[in-house]
């Protein structure tokens, strides 16, 4: 082992899944997926509708603010930067709930995530194994 790697410069690393866990992640990152996607509700038409108004105008406020007017009050300016910023928090939460819409991505993040999962679990067991 050498002085870059995590265990250190002498041994390896019999805590690797508590400073996963005190990380805020969890050994399994399909869980930890699947888990943050549902604590984010799906929408209905109305919200939907609500978000995309809420993203236009904060686009528009942005595309006023980057045009540079000079001629904006700092009240104005205050505004604008105010509707820009739930524009972009209206776009996240647009996102995050529709991610739950589309099954088919979420079952190719699966494919993708789960070897992953599988390589960690066997790194952390041989991890465990190594006499110290």
Do not use: C
């Amino acid at each position: 082992m050498g002085l870059n790697d995590p265990a250190g410069p002498g041994g390896h690393d019999e805590d690797l899944p508590g400073r996963v866990a005190a990380a805020g992640a969890s050994a399994d990152p399909v869980r930890d997926y699947l888990r943050q996607i549902g604590k984010v509700p799906l929408l209905n038409a109305g919200q939907e509708v609500e978000l995309a108004k809420r993203i236009e105008a904060g686009l528009f406020a942005g595309q006023k603010l980057a045009d540079g007017s000079q001629s904006l009050s700092a009240e104005a300016r205050t505004d604008l930067e105010q509707v820009a910023e739930d524009g972009r928090t209206a776009k996240d939460h647009l996102v995050q709930a529709n991610l739950r819409r589309e099954p088919e991505r979420i079952d190719a993040v699966i494919r993708i995530l789960t070897p992953l999962r599988d390589a960690w679990k066997q790194a952390v067991a041989a991890s465990s194994t190594i006499p110290a």
